[in-house]
């Protein structure tokens, strides 16, 4: 069996074929190959934690997420978004950013308990698409524990590390279930508001 290549190692040699001028998120994309959805949705899940930015991300997250349900090879996005062009570069200054950190996860994390690839990308998706409705939602820091989850999720699907992902699973149950009770509840205190007047 082939071992694991790390995520920091693949950033490395994405950077070593990269063009010398620039690159096209496509092409980025199309070199990530089964990797290109967990990187999306760690990006995605950063992004989510930037206050007032979670709705726009959690309709990006949905739309990945029907994309995995859907078990393609990678995410496809619109063409004006693939042709998009990056100076090599900044690409470069971004992946000498994430491989240190990711190096730090990966002392963490390693291929454990392995499951069918495309069973796991469906069940991965089904769960980040409900993470990202509850994303949409406006309530105050309603968005951080889903954003927090996507990134473990995406973290623990790039290193095929089952347990995490499974400890992942339990946290977005939970965060799911608090959300449904916020939005009950809310639902519940207008009808009582109503019934008042």
Same mark, same amino acid.
């Given at each position: 069996?082939?071992?694991?290549?790390?995520?920091?190692?693949?950033?490395?040699?994405?950077?070593?074929?990269?063009?010398?001028?620039?690159?096209?998120?496509?092409?980025?994309?199309?070199?990530?190959?089964?990797?290109?959805?967990?990187?999306? $949705?760690?990006?995605?899940?950063? $992004?989510?934690?930037?206050?007032?930015?979670?709705?726009?991300?959690?309709?990006?997250?949905?739309?990945?997420?029907?994309? $995995?349900?859907?078990?393609?090879?990678?995410?496809?996005?619109?063409?004006?978004?693939?042709?998009?062009?990056?100076?090599?570069?900044?690409?470069?200054?971004?992946?000498?950013?994430?491989?240190?950190?990711?190096?730090?996860?990966?002392?963490?994390?390693?291929?454990?308990?392995?499951?069918?690839?495309?069973?796991?990308?469906?069940?991965?998706?089904?769960?980040?698409?409900?993470?990202?409705?509850?994303?949409?939602?406006?309530?105050?820091?309603?968005?951080?524990?889903?954003?927090?989850?996507?990134?473990? $999720?995406?973290?623990?699907?790039?290193?095929?590390?089952?347990?995490?992902?499974?400890?992942?699973?339990?946290?977005?149950?939970?965060?799911?279930?608090?959300?449904?009770?916020?939005?009950?509840?809310?639902?519940?205190?207008?009808?009582?508001?109503?019934?008042?007047?």
């Amino acid at each position: 069996m082939t071992p694991r290549v790390p995520t920091s190692h693949v950033l490395r040699e994405l950077l070593a074929e990269a063009p010398a001028e620039q690159v096209s998120l496509g092409w980025v994309i199309d070199r990530l190959g089964e990797r290109s959805f967990g990187m999306l $949705m760690l990006l995605l899940g950063v $992004m989510a934690l930037v206050p007032g930015f979670s709705t726009f991300v959690g309709v990006l997250v949905g739309v990945a997420a029907i994309q $995995m349900i859907l078990a393609r090879r990678g995410p496809v996005l619109p063409r004006f978004v693939t042709d998009r062009r990056l100076p090599t570069p900044r690409l470069a200054r971004l992946i000498e950013r994430m491989v240190p950190l990711l190096r730090r996860v990966e002392k963490l994390l390693r291929p454990r308990w392995p499951t069918p690839f495309q069973a796991t990308k469906r069940v991965v998706g089904v769960v980040i698409l409900l993470l990202g409705a509850t994303l949409v939602w406006p309530f105050p820091f309603n968005h951080v524990i889903p954003s927090l989850v996507i990134v473990m $999720m995406a973290l623990a699907y790039l290193e095929e590390d089952g347990v995490t992902l499974c400890l992942a699973l339990v946290v977005a149950l939970a965060s799911l279930s608090l959300t449904a009770a916020t939005v009950w509840g809310t639902i519940s205190g207008i009808h009582f508001l109503d019934r008042r007047l």
